[in-house]
């Protein structure tokens, strides 16, 4: 049998002038890994071929898998990188020069059964190679191909080009200079584990923390890829580096799928997307339009705002825009659980804040936008939303829209737009209180708090915001909303206070205190059940650290499939799980949170059991359902 490689991607030719090669010895189910080194003409080269045979080899074809290359030219003076996959036929008749003709001069050594499998790395996906062959007789060459990376299986050969260049001997052993370009379970195992332990997690767990999200395959690939590699400080067409054409390219192509998920006029409207995430992202637009000490006011957390809104306490000034700025909360009215616009209005009277923040991390309803608007008015001040939670909502238009109102909206990408980890602050074109809020904001981005932005980021972003405006993300975000109202009408059925009675987006908020429990502890037993959600703050609440309530989001476990009917079993569970908190407090002597995690921790924990037998539903239920881009 013929085996030939391609060395360089280069057409082949002149089949007749080959020399004929021996018949390898082969074995059944053979999967092994030729490592050789070559050297000819001014070029070096290392390279490792993986050979996959047929369960049954019949002669038909052998599939020979290019999957490492590395090369230095004289005169190229860089680093070459490919991955080239063929399927090769035994007798080719139209090939040209730099044909690599290996024969077998020894029976290989392979690693077989137990050995092999243990030896097999998870399979990578690559698309055709950036060197296709011109006119070749190639057969069922895919457009996708699944390639299985092996550990080496050592086997010695010796080789010729056919062009008459003088043999090379071949070795294993690789240059110490090289980069070895190998996957992660060869190259770190450790961190290949603990991958592999999170992936399971994720598939087993009920995964209800409303910031979380599965993001897509296509997200994945375009995060994953070489635009990693560039460095691009500065926008488009305003780089410090040279060689972003194609960086250019894409960020442009990013704004205006930006703009367009969230139906903006580009003439009103601009928007920067290289915030890391949400946080920098608000301290960017507080860089932009305010002066240290200047006045901000936003949501108190324990009341369902967010640290980066400016949370202190009367010890502690804990998130740096409450050191850098004045910070003045408004808050819930304990009585309705909404948002209290009146007493708002009587403490901006008084406060004169500059800026009004909108938003929340765990309040499920909506805002007032006309009233915060006629606020932020009455005292002369911006008026800011913060729809990290809510992004992807708004897309798709099931909730108010704030771009009405505001004059500046900052979000994450990878909650409900179900984005890659990053950010992006929206800014209105028009002058805004004497602020030309585009060149503050790009200002205060690059070069004032960030430098290169995270291109891959912004490529995954891109994908993103394209899905965002099908008919299918609108669906989506529709089923997010009537899950979580499902989960809440449950939860309300089997006794529980939701703060403000229900919601209207994709959270709820339970308040455990009339239960004598808190969230740290339903979050702990949740946890050993495979339910991941988080404690929570809850109006009234004195700790951040040992809060009374829970938060329970509907967006991942939506987009694994789940509809109303599983959400309202999602409710079972949590129930169960709380009476088993509760049963777990009553045997704990002392009365300290980490008296009872230990008590729960250890092996002699009385309602193990029941936590095991909750855990082994919760999963049966969960595995049913796969994860988008796993």
């Not at 699944?146 to 080496?152: A, D, W």
């Not at 195992?189 to 332990?197: F, L």
């Not at 936008?369 to 008015?377: G, L, N, Q, S, T």
Request: hydrophobic content about 40%; charged content about 20%; aromatic content about 8%.
């Amino acid at each position: 049998m013929r085996v030939f490689i391609n060395r360089d991607g280069i057409d082949f030719s002149d089949a007749q002038s080959m020399q004929p090669v021996q018949e390898w010895d082969l074995i059944e189910n053979l999967q092994g890994v030729v490592e050789y080194q070559t050297r000819y003409s001014k070029f070096q080269s290392v390279a490792s071929i993986t050979l996959h045979f047929p369960e049954s080899f019949g002669g038909d074809t052998t599939q020979i898998h290019y999957i490492g290359f590395k090369g230095e030219a004289t005169q190229l003076k860089r680093d070459v990188v490919a991955t080239i996959v063929y399927e090769i036929t035994p007798n080719p008749s139209d090939h040209k020069k730099f044909v690599w003709n290996i024969s077998g001069k020894r029976k290989m050594q392979a690693c077989s059964g137990a050995a092999m499998m243990g030896s097999l790395q998870q399979p990578m996906r690559v698309n055709r190679p950036a060197f296709p062959l011109k006119g070749s007789a190639i057969t069922g060459f895919p457009h996708q191909i699944k390639l299985n990376s092996v550990k080496p299986c050592r086997a010695q050969f010796e080789g010729s080009l056919v062009t008459g260049r003088p043999p090379s001997s071949v070795s294993v052993p690789l240059l110490e200079t090289s980069f070895v370009d190998h996957g992660i379970s060869e190259a770190d195992p450790e961190v290949c584990a603990i991958i592999s332990k999170e992936k399971e997690r994720q598939f087993k767990s009920l995964e209800l923390i409303a910031s979380e999200n599965f993001t897509s395959r296509a997200v994945m690939e375009a995060v994953g890829s070489c635009l990693t590699n560039k460095y691009s400080e500065g926008l488009p067409g305003k780089r410090y580096y040279g060689g972003n054409e194609y960086i250019d390219e894409l960020e442009t192509l990013c704004q205006k799928r930006a703009l367009a998920a969230f139906h903006l006029d580009e003439k009103k409207w601009g928007v920067n997307v290289q915030p890391l995430s949400g946080s920098p992202a608000n301290f960017e637009v507080y860089t932009a339009i305010l002066n240290p000490h200047d006045r901000i006011m936003g949501l108190d957390l324990p009341h369902g705002g967010h640290l980066s809104h400016g949370f202190m306490t009367p010890k502690r000034r804990v998130s740096g825009t409450s050191i850098y700025f004045e910070s003045m909360p408004y808050r819930l009215d304990e009585s309705t659980g909404l948002v209290d616009y009146d007493m708002l209005e009587k403490t901006a009277t008084l406060f004169r804040p500059k800026l009004i923040i909108a938003g929340a991390s765990a309040y499920p309803r909506d805002f007032d936008y006309p009233r915060m608007r006629k606020i932020a008015d009455a005292v002369g001040a911006f008026l800011m939303m913060d729809m990290a939670h809510i992004s992807g909502l708004v897309a798709a238009s099931v909730v108010a829209d704030p771009f009405e109102y505001c004059d500046i909206v900052t979000t994450t990408t990878h909650k409900s737009l179900r984005g890659p980890r990053g950010g992006m602050i929206f800014f209105k074109k028009d002058p805004v209180l004497g602020v030309e809020l585009e060149s503050a904001i790009n200002n205060a981005v690059f070069p004032g708090l960030q430098g290169g932005p995270h291109n891959h980021t912004i490529g995954g972003l891109a994908v993103c915001l394209k899905h965002a405006q099908s008919p299918e993300f609108k669906a989506y975000q529709n089923q997010v909303v009537s899950n979580c109202r499902a989960l809440a009408s449950r939860l309300v059925g089997l006794g529980y206070k939701l703060v403000s009675g229900g919601s209207d987006n994709h959270l709820v908020l339970v308040d455990l205190r009339p239960l004598g429990i808190d969230g740290a502890r339903v979050e702990k037993i949740l946890d050993m059940a495979s339910i991941t959600l988080n404690k929570n703050s809850v109006p009234g609440d004195k700790s951040a650290l040992v809060p009374g309530g829970i938060r329970i989001g509907s967006p991942a476990m939506t987009t694994r499939g789940f509809t109303e009917k599983e959400f309202s079993a999602i409710a079972d569970f949590i129930h169960e799980g709380v009476q088993i908190t509760i049963d777990a407090k009553g045997l704990v002597s002392g009365s300290k949170l980490q008296e009872f995690l230990k008590f729960v921790a250890s092996p002699d924990f009385p309602l193990m059991d029941k936590v095991s037998n909750l855990r082994n539903r919760v999963e049966a239920l969960t595995t049913q359902f796969p994860i988008p881009g796993l």
